[in-house]
């Protein structure tokens, strides 16, 4: 008998697809996506983070995927960056309460440090970006958000299309989602207003970090000004 070990049936095809109920309400999709196993980050983090805040959300923040703090309280934005997004939406008078949070992928993905002891943040690969992007495709199922906001390229290039740069187009107002995307993310009408900003991490990786933050906090006031509008 053959000594090789037996693929994962549940882990054979990546994608997130089948383990996304249809036509579920936020709780549901919260409740099934703690049992994703589309790709092979589940292995390794402690538990899937999926989102926060209401259904009816005007606003809709999208970042990159959980990292230490998140992965290990099960909710996103927790941790230094999420500190930073929340003061910076209070200064840029976005309502952090009635906002929804959510990351393109839903597992922390990471290295050990030499010791063995620290969990290092790694960016997650095409192959995983594709593969959670059901679960992000049913959570704007249900919402419908006034303004789309994404933090950083990962979460700009999985809403937008991966020739969009945040360098060049950061702080500018699109219609959302285009024409082009109409077959991964549902139509609204009206379209929601989208831009896309740095990732809070970056901020506190500047080495001008008050510069930084300004335009940071510039970019949000972009974001809420359409949100008044």
Not at 74 to 86: D, M, S
């Amino acid at each position: 008998m053959s000594s090789t070990a037996r693929p994962d049936p549940m882990v054979e095809a990546p994608g997130a697809e089948r383990f996304v109920p249809p036509g579920a309400g936020l709780s549901e999709l919260r409740a099934a996506a703690a049992g994703c196993r589309g790709c092979r980050l589940y292995r390794d983090a402690t538990q899937t983070v999926f989102s926060r805040g209401p259904a009816d959300a005007p606003i809709v923040l999208v970042g990159e995927q959980p990292g230490d703090a998140e992965d290990r309280a099960g909710r996103p934005f927790v941790g230094p960056a999420g500190q930073l997004l929340r003061r910076a939406m209070v200064d840029a008078e976005l309502p952090v309460e009635e906002a929804y949070l959510t990351n393109v992928v839903k597992h922390f993905t990471f290295h050990l440090d030499a010791r063995g002891k620290r969990r290092i943040h790694d960016k997650p690969g095409r192959i995983e970006i594709v593969a959670c992007r059901p679960w992000l495709a049913a959570e704007f199922a249900v919402l419908r958000p006034r303004v789309v906001v994404a933090l950083g390229a990962t979460a700009a290039q999985a809403l937008i299309g991966p020739a969009f740069r945040v360098t060049r187009s950061r702080g500018e107002l699109l219609a959302w989602p285009q024409s082009s995307q109409r077959d991964d993310y549902p139509e609204q009408d009206p379209p929601a207003r989208f831009m896309a900003t740095v990732h809070p991490s970056a901020v506190l990786r500047a080495e001008d970090r008050d510069g930084a933050y300004e335009e940071f906090v510039a970019d949000l006031v972009v974001a809420a000004a359409a949100l008044r509008g």
